[in-house]
């Protein structure tokens, strides 16, 4: 079987159009997936909890209320994968943490119940890195994922949404939830060859998802395709009274309409000479290459350097975080008894030593940024960069006291919705990525741009050989 021929590897668009013509039943698509995930998920771990029995009778009942004439939508019946720090009533949240492996949510999110009311399946939980606070994908207590691209040899899946790049990578779900802190929807994008969006920050409810940074978390789409990952920020975003952060935000653009412009006449800002040192030279390739598709589609480069390097955020960064994260996890951390990964623990104990004072001076100086990077914008319409700076590593390459969040953090400092999409390969096969920024709100335009260049090339419909 082809990939075109195995519905596992369709868009969701064209597994809706089937599911509507009545070409495929639901509950013949979710046991696709279950047979895929019983078959390769042994390996590839990208699934912490599986929902075999409800995910068949919620595809059951999608397929009755479908032949009834009473489907909830275009979506009916589409199965989904949900990053494990995403609570679900009734069912188990462990945030990546062995110490809360019997935690059972009380509450539903804001996300979930979106979902649901499309009558999507809920194919199962993905793994995470603990507590999301980490750009590898490594989970050293309850398992890192295996990156699909290379069966061979343990690589990075990119973190902390490592489960959920894997699983759709893997064709193990078409599209997942993922949350991004620092990248951790746009990492594993890059290193499992996805195309994932992080909306700003206000955009879609973080009401029942585990916080890692109350000022930097933002849920986010990953699919295969832009197209798809518009589609399901369309099901996602919008205001909720349990989030206020969601009751500010202007009326966002990133309709059908819009979605389906080409790139004429919009000015890309290119990655500044002094930012590509230290790139593997595969993902500059790569990276080159794609400023001349962009050109070629009518887009105007420009040379309009950002207002702040990249390593400038590192610290700043930093602090926010690991304050944030010792305001949530503290309790635990601060408990040398408890199954920890010691290597988050030492990441979110670095907040204990954070004073009121340099934390509000450290918000203070990032809303100042916020507002040169406004301006920055009336120079440019998007900023086009590398995902990360190479693809994925081998496991034992891995130092943990770095990480792979160098160019991704830059956007979520700056409140940027962010495309990360497929740009190429490099000489082992393992695919590179770039990211598009725009200006804060303006998720729209980061999307349309993301769906026009994927209108014009190839890289995203590659799939990994499992």
């Not at 986010?220 to 205001?239: C, F, H, I, K, T």
């Not at 930093?318 to 290597?343: C, F, H, N, R, T």
Request: glycine share 8%; hydrophobic share 40%.
């Amino acid at each position: 079987m082809t990939d075109s021929d195995n519905p596992v590897y369709w868009s969701v668009r064209r597994l809706s159009a089937a599911l509507v013509a009545g070409e495929l039943s639901a509950i013949d698509l979710v046991d696709a997936y279950l047979n895929r995930i019983g078959r390769l998920d042994d390996k590839l771990r990208a699934y912490v909890d599986v929902y075999a029995q409800d995910a068949r009778a919620a595809a059951h009942a999608a397929d009755e209320a479908r032949r009834a004439g009473h489907a909830l939508g275009p979506l009916h019946g589409i199965p989904i994968a949900i990053k494990d720090l995403v609570e679900i009533e009734g069912r188990i949240t462990r945030g990546g943490c062995k110490a809360w492996e019997n935690r059972r949510s009380t509450i539903t999110a804001t996300l979930c119940r979106r979902l649901l009311g499309q009558g999507m399946v809920m194919l199962g939980k993905t793994h995470t890195v603990e507590f999301a606070y980490g750009s590898w994908g490594t989970n050293t207590r309850l398992g890192t994922p295996w990156n699909p691209w290379d069966m061979r040899h343990a690589r990075a899946p990119g973190g902390s949404s490592s489960g959920s790049g894997v699983a759709v990578a893997a064709g193990l779900a078409p599209w997942a939830i993922g949350t991004d802190t620092g990248g951790s929807v746009r990492i594993p994008a890059s290193w499992c060859g996805l195309t994932s969006f992080k909306p700003s920050v206000g955009r879609i409810s973080r009401y029942g998802v585990l916080p890692l940074s109350q000022t930097l978390d933002t849920p986010g789409p990953m699919a295969s395709n832009a197209e798809d990952a518009a589609w399901l920020y369309q099901v996602l975003r919008g205001r909720d009274r349990d989030d206020p952060a969601t009751l500010i935000p202007p009326a966002d653009n990133a309709t059908p309409a819009n979605l389906n412009k080409d790139l004429a006449g919009l000015r890309f800002a290119r990655l500044p000479d002094c930012e590509r040192k230290g790139m593997a030279p595969a993902v500059l390739t790569a990276y080159d290459r794609s400023l001349d598709e962009l050109a070629n589609m009518g887009a105007e480069i420009v040379t309009h350097n950002l207002p702040y390097r990249f390593s400038d955020l590192a610290e700043l960064n930093g602090k926010i975080m690991s304050a944030e994260s010792y305001a949530s996890y503290g309790a635990l951390v601060d408990d040398p008894a408890q199954p920890l990964d010691e290597d988050i623990r030492a990441r979110v104990l670095a907040g204990r030593g954070i004073s009121s004072r340099d934390y509000l001076l450290a918000l203070a100086r990032r809303n100042r940024m916020i507002r040169e990077m406004d301006e920055w914008f009336a120079q440019a319409d998007a900023a086009w960069v590398p995902t990360t700076a190479t693809t994925a590593i081998p496991l034992e390459e891995i130092d943990q006291s770095t990480g792979a969040s160098g160019i991704t953090r830059f956007a979520n400092m700056m409140d940027l919705p962010t495309v990360a999409m497929p740009n190429g390969f490099d000489d082992l096969g393992l695919p590179t990525s770039a990211q598009v920024m725009c200006r804060r709100f303006n998720g729209g335009l980061a999307l349309r741009i993301a769906c026009a260049y994927q209108r014009a090339t190839t890289w995203h419909t590659r799939r990994p050989a499992l």
